[in-house]
């Protein structure tokens, strides 16, 4: 998030950068005293803000990719942090949700243990739509929010990445000696 927030081409005023860093900081900090002090709210509280401050890193994050004029290997690596920071804000808003209904998240009731480790591998096969079917969510609320993480996953990687992918052009330098051969053979 920092590093988005320093390369930000709209945040190029330098009292924006420190307030909206100081900002992150904070948040952290604040995160870390509620896992460890808040009890299980605070816990679900750090989780929310935690999947808030992925999604604003997210977007900040697109808005500079898209904002290049030319595509980059580090545009499309852009996008793919992107990708996966998505995958890491849905399995911080499923342990919040686990940690504000009893419990329970993942069917049937009480067959899993609800952890981060759990948690990161639903959201990521849930967001890849591989869905190896030994997690599913119990209740219709986490059913809802992993259709709409499979439709981000899918529409993420149809739109952005795709179209990065046929944009991108390596330069001359960046092709290596078989363009070089390719070149000289023409």
Known sequence: MLLTVRNSAWLRRRTVRVALSAGVIVSVLMIVVGVHEGGQDGRATAALWTSALLLLTVVLLIRQVLALPVVTAQSIYGAISAYLIIGLMFASCYSAMWLLSDRT???????????????????????????????????????????????????????????????FRPTRAAAGPASDQAADDD
Do not use: C
């Open 105 to 167: 998240f993942f069917a049937p009731p009480g067959s899993h243990h609800g952890n981060l480790s759990d948690f990161q591998y639903f959201s990521f096969t849930t967001l890849t739509t591989l869905g190896y079917g030994d997690f599913t969510a119990a209740a219709s609320g986490g059913r809802a929010v992993a259709m709409i993480e499979a439709m981000t996953g899918q529409v993420f990687l149809v739109t952005l990445v795709a179209k990065l992918v046929s944009a």
